[in-house]
């Protein structure tokens, strides 16, 4: 399966992997029903529950990406390899003819008579090739106008209306080696603990019974993995189609059928990890069926941690639709354990996989703090609020800040970028800017601010506020480039085709791309996040990564990672906040970065390269997890 979406999650697995001696991560590569036989005699469920209660905590991963990436790759290797050769062929025809009109004691009157054969394609060739070399030879300083020209040599400037990122953007290597980003190096943890992440997603392969099961090993990023699907693929209807999430099969049978068939895997295979880390609603069964099943048939050592990454979806489940575990669903359908209150005095009334994920698990995390105070003490966990408050189930609940990929994000490394730059040499951003307004077709000009959105069009994204800031920004004279699509995607489509059709400043791509998303957050001078909300919020974090100016909706993981310049201490703050979700509270921080951008150059220089230096890594949050980890895991 391939899907894009959350790259945190193998960032973290290999964040971890700095501090725990074995983490593991078992995925779904494509799920199948499974009715084992369950367990005979096992003790009370109130007094399974005491059990599970009696320990606490611990954390998430994983991500995805497209299942083509590496052909993509494959295929741009090779046309790089085939410009460059075609490139030096040029040069050396272009060195020959300047050297020739150099040596020649006639060249100059040979050059300059009228009418002579091949003279203008002589004197270009004489003038490109010294032009070339002199700049070459002149010293790079960085911020002077020669190193910025020397940054364009071997750009292959793109064509409006291409395919752009999908081609090399240099022609030729970087003139400079700019170094590397900023980084953080990761502590071993004095204690090796075995970690099994249960998830849906896994970048780059996944990003975004009555059957027996098989089983595939891979490693990725470093950290093992376990892929098991059905072993007769083709007798079953599971994870059928390219997509995890909406794909033409029952999400509710694979994913039961994922959660038992890996508990079935470590109990066959004889493990005994010291956490089971579940992710969202789709793996929230393995913690109920662990305390119930498993813990019972030799599968005693695991403590689970269950992490939050949006309650937006929870798992309504029918209770006939639990038995595809082969356990029956009613075992759970009391208020204490996993029965859906809002069901109640229905007919039939069901259970919900994240309640009881969260009842069952030691430990219970969100993708930020502040998302998890929005969820135990605002409206984020809306009915599900009666059972985070349960004294018992609050006590285990805690946010943790997700990290990005510092290697995947980084400038000073990413090979789809038409010039590398870091906080010690900037110029680059200015070449990227350059490089995007001439492949989109919009006006090049350095002077007007680019605002890049780059998102899913969904609702929970703010979709009117986007609208806004594009008139906002069509208003203020400001250059707005959207990237994203969704079931919300229909208008800004209409607007693509029509009123923006050709919009010197004005350019939205109803699609996504990776590449180009790496070459949008290069260009860009701010990056806005309007999110109604946030568990955590990966965009943001990106961009100041790439030295973009981040505008904000105050709320979730935004909150904790943008400070607002006006409202903090000179140095403190690196970009601006709104509270409100009308057009007002976000037009006095856009027009805020505006003013800044136009009025406060170097200010605005130095907050950029500010933002590039930010630890935005996993270093942090995974040392959190290994805290977490340790306080609950048995010896």
């Given at each position: 399966?391939?899907?894009?979406?959350?790259?945190?999650?193998?960032?973290?697995?290999?964040?971890?992997?700095?501090?725990?001696?074995?983490?593991?991560?078992?995925?779904?590569?494509?799920?199948?029903?499974?009715?084992?036989?369950?367990?005979?005699?096992?003790?009370?469920?109130?007094?399974?529950?005491?059990?599970?209660?009696?320990?606490?905590?611990?954390?998430?991963?994983?991500?995805?990406?497209?299942?083509?990436?590496?052909?993509?790759?494959?295929?741009?290797?090779?046309?790089?390899?085939?410009?460059?050769?075609?490139?030096?062929?040029?040069?050396?025809?272009?060195?020959?003819?300047?050297?020739?009109?150099?040596?020649?004691?006639?060249?100059?009157?040979?050059?300059?008579?009228?009418?002579?054969?091949?003279?203008?394609?002589?004197?270009?060739?004489?003038?490109?090739?010294?032009?070339?070399?002199?700049?070459?030879?002149?010293?790079?300083?960085?911020?002077?106008?020669?190193?910025?020209?020397?940054?364009?040599?071997?750009?292959?400037?793109?064509?409006?209306?291409?395919?752009?990122?999908?081609?090399?953007?240099?022609?030729?290597?970087?003139?400079?080696?700019?170094?590397?980003?900023?980084?953080?190096?990761?502590?071993?943890?004095?204690?090796?603990?075995?970690?099994?992440?249960?998830?849906?997603?896994?970048?780059?392969?996944?990003?975004?019974?009555?059957?027996?099961?098989?089983?595939?090993?891979?490693?990725?990023?470093?950290?093992?993995?376990?892929?098991?699907?059905?072993?007769?693929?083709?007798?079953?209807?599971?994870?059928?189609?390219?997509?995890?999430?909406?794909?033409?099969?029952?999400?509710?049978?694979?994913?039961?059928?994922?959660?038992?068939?890996?508990?079935?895997?470590?109990?066959?295979?004889?493990?005994?990890?010291?956490?089971?880390?579940?992710?969202?609603?789709?793996?929230?069964?393995?913690?109920?069926?662990?305390?119930?099943?498993?813990?019972?048939?030799?599968?005693?050592?695991?403590?689970?941690?269950?992490?939050?990454?949006?309650?937006?979806?929870?798992?309504?489940?029918?209770?006939?639709?639990?038995?595809?575990?082969?356990?029956?669903?009613?075992?759970?359908?009391?208020?204490?354990?996993?029965?859906?209150?809002?069901?109640?005095?229905?007919?039939?009334?069901?259970?919900?996989?994240?309640?009881?994920?969260?009842?069952?698990?030691?430990?219970?995390?969100?993708?930020?703090?502040?998302?998890?105070?929005?969820?135990?003490?605002?409206?984020?966990?809306?009915?599900?609020?009666?059972?985070?408050?349960?004294?018992?189930?609050?006590?285990?609940?805690?946010?943790?800040?997700?990290?990005?990929?510092?290697?995947?994000?980084?400038?000073?490394?990413?090979?789809?970028?038409?010039?590398?730059?870091?906080?010690?040499?900037?110029?680059?951003?200015?070449?990227?800017?350059?490089?995007?307004?001439?492949?989109?077709?919009?006006?090049?000009?350095?002077?007007?601010?680019?605002?890049?959105?780059?998102?899913?069009?969904?609702?929970?994204?703010?979709?009117?506020?986007?609208?806004?800031?594009?008139?906002?920004?069509?208003?203020?004279?400001?250059?707005?480039?959207?990237?994203?699509?969704?079931?919300?995607?229909?208008?800004?489509?209409?607007?693509?085709?029509?009123?923006?059709?050709?919009?010197?400043?004005?350019?939205?791509?109803?699609?996504?791309?990776?590449?180009?998303?790496?070459?949008?957050?290069?260009?860009?001078?701010?990056?806005?996040?309007?999110?109604?909300?946030?568990?955590?919020?990966?965009?943001?974090?990106?961009?100041?990564?790439?030295?973009?100016?981040?505008?904000?909706?105050?709320?979730?993981?935004?909150?904790?990672?943008?400070?607002?310049?006006?409202?903090?201490?000179?140095?403190?703050?690196?970009?601006?906040?709104?509270?409100?979700?009308?057009?007002?509270?976000?037009?006095?921080?856009?027009?805020?970065?505006?003013?800044?951008?136009?009025?406060?150059?170097?200010?605005?220089?130095?907050?950029?390269?500010?933002?590039?230096?930010?630890?935005?890594?996993?270093?942090?949050?995974?040392?959190?997890?290994?805290?977490?980890?340790n306080s609950i895991a048995m010896p």
């Open positions: 399966m391939a899907l894009r979406g959350w790259p945190a999650r193998r960032s973290l697995a290999n964040a971890q992997a700095q501090h725990v001696q074995h983490p593991v991560v078992l995925v779904s590569k494509h799920v199948l029903r499974s009715k084992l036989s369950s367990a005979a005699a096992k003790p009370s469920c109130k007094q399974r529950l005491q059990l599970c209660r009696s320990a606490q905590v611990n954390q998430q991963v994983n991500s995805s990406k497209a299942s083509n990436e590496d052909e993509q790759l494959v295929r741009q290797i090779a046309a790089l390899q085939t410009e460059n050769a075609r490139l030096k062929a040029e040069l050396t025809e272009l060195r020959q003819a300047a050297a020739t009109a150099a040596s020649s004691p006639a060249a100059s009157a040979t050059l300059a008579a009228a009418g002579a054969p091949g003279a203008a394609a002589a004197a270009a060739a004489a003038g490109a090739a010294g032009s070339v070399e002199a700049l070459k030879a002149e010293p790079a300083t960085a911020g002077t106008e020669v190193f910025l020209r020397q940054l364009e040599l071997g750009v292959a400037w793109p064509t409006p209306g291409t395919k752009f990122w999908d081609l090399p953007p240099r022609a030729t290597p970087m003139p400079v080696d700019v170094g590397a980003g900023s980084s953080s190096v990761q502590p071993k943890d004095s204690r090796s603990l075995d970690i099994v992440h249960l998830t849906a997603e896994l970048a780059p392969i996944a990003k975004v019974g009555s059957l027996r099961t098989a089983v595939f090993r891979g490693v990725i990023g470093g950290v093992p993995v376990i892929l098991i699907r059905p072993s007769d693929w083709n007798a079953c209807n599971l994870f059928r189609g390219g997509r995890i999430y909406g794909g033409s099969y029952n999400e509710m049978e694979s994913y039961l059928y994922f959660c038992r068939s890996a508990l079935e895997y470590l109990r066959a295979s004889g493990q005994q990890p010291h956490i089971l880390h579940l992710h969202e609603w789709q793996t929230s069964a393995a913690a109920m069926l662990y305390w119930e099943v498993y813990s019972q048939l030799g599968l005693y050592r695991p403590r689970v941690v269950l992490t939050i990454h949006n309650l937006d979806n929870t798992g309504e489940c029918r209770q006939d639709e639990f038995a595809y575990t082969g356990i029956e669903g009613e075992v759970f359908a009391t208020i204490e354990r996993a029965l859906d209150e809002r069901t109640i005095g229905h007919n039939p009334e069901r259970l919900n996989l994240m309640k009881g994920g969260m009842v069952y698990s030691n430990a219970v995390t969100t993708v930020s703090p502040s998302y998890a105070n929005e969820v135990l003490n605002g409206g984020a966990a809306g009915w599900l609020r009666s059972t985070l408050l349960r004294p018992e189930i609050k006590s285990k609940v805690r946010g943790i800040l997700n990290g990005i990929d510092v290697v995947e994000w980084d400038p000073a490394r990413d090979h789809l970028l038409a010039a590398n730059f870091n906080s010690q040499f900037p110029d680059g951003k200015q070449v990227c800017k350059k490089f995007l307004q001439k492949g989109l077709g919009l006006e090049e000009n350095p002077d007007k601010p680019l605002v890049a959105v780059i998102t899913r069009l969904v609702p929970q994204k703010g979709i009117h506020l986007i609208k806004a800031a594009l008139f906002r920004c069509v208003d203020k004279g400001a250059q707005f480039v959207l990237l994203g699509s969704g079931h919300c995607d229909g208008e800004f489509r209409a607007m693509s085709e029509q009123q923006f059709k050709d919009h010197k400043d004005i350019r939205l791509l109803v699609m996504y791309s990776e590449a180009l998303a790496h070459q949008i957050y290069a260009a860009a001078d701010i990056i806005l996040v309007p999110s109604m909300f946030e568990p955590c919020g990966l965009t943001q974090m990106i961009g100041m990564r790439y030295g973009a100016v981040p505008v904000v909706r105050k709320t979730g993981g935004l909150a904790d990672t943008v400070r607002d310049v006006d409202s903090h201490p000179p140095g403190e703050g690196n970009g601006y906040t709104f509270d409100g979700t009308d057009e007002a509270s976000l037009f006095s921080a856009l027009d805020c970065s505006f003013a800044h951008f136009k009025d406060k150059r170097r200010e605005w220089a130095e907050l950029s390269m500010t933002n590039m230096n930010t630890e935005l890594s996993w270093s942090r949050s995974a040392a959190d997890y290994v805290a977490l980890y």
